[in-house]
């Protein structure tokens, strides 16, 4: 690798990780295009490197967000058995859609949820403080100094999106906190912080599953993987500063904007 090929990964990397910190999304959606249609690497590279970025984003919110009781732990373990499950099945559903048809219904999906994020920015999925929050919900400090308390509604919802998710992630390389998140926020009650961290744990649990296979495979480049890391870890660490001074409203209307740029790209990768 070339200085300059170094230094545009890791800018690359940098800015997935900020996203991902910000929202709960990994970075994979957007390194993915940018690696395999910007940089010409091969797809299978791309989103192995992808997968190490994902990692180090779920890392470093977790560390990151210690002591503030941001990871709903039981929620995200539940959800990650349907994410599971949709993985299991990406490749049974590759016999029955081409990945030019999945790109066509990702993208619808994406903008659908992007129009429920806009028509829901000033919704709050806040409780009392003396509610019980339940076994799936939970309680946090948001970023002036309240405790916002929380249950999850409508588990099938959530326990589906994340389904879905998981078998959009497994065929398209990509994290499936993009759908995960929108969901818990805007179907299951769960505040838009909790829902980024709790995602973030996640993404990053389904990705080390994930990992040793393409290694197996050759098909991490070590010194790509290295350069898009240390960017990612650059990122988030921007990600998480913003992320505790930002107001939901604000981080819901970033997250419509990011979804319509995804929509965009797939929709065109479609054609």
Known sequence: ????????????????????????????????????????????????????????????????????????????????????????????????????????????VTVAISAIMVSRLDRRNVMPPSVDPGVLGGRFIDETGHEVVYRTKRLPVALAASFFAGNISGILGIGGGILKVPALNAWCGVPMRAAAATSALMIGVTAVSSVPVYYARGFINPPLAAAAVLGVLAGSRAGL?????????????????????????????AL
């Open 1 to 108: 690798m070339t200085p300059v090929l170094v230094l545009i990964v890791m800018a690359a990397g940098a800015v997935a990780g900020a996203l991902g910190a910000l929202l709960g999304i990994g970075g994979g959606v957007f390194l993915v295009p940018f690696l395999n249609i910007g940089l010409g690497l091969p797809y299978e590279i791309s989103i192995a490197t992808s997968l190490m970025t994902v990692i180090a984003t779920s890392s470093a919110v977790s560390a990151g967000t210690t002591g503030k009781n941001l990871i709903n732990l039981r929620l995200g373990m539940l959800l990650e058995v349907g994410s599971a499950a949709g993985g299991l099945i990406a490749a049974l559903t590759l016999e029955y859609l081409t990945k030019r048809q999945l790109y066509f219904i990702f993208a619808a």
């Open 241 to 269: 500063h913003f992320a505790g001074r930002s107001r939901a409203r604000w981080l819901k209307l970033l997250m419509a904007s990011v979804l319509l740029a995804v929509s965009a790209i797939y929709f065109f990768r």
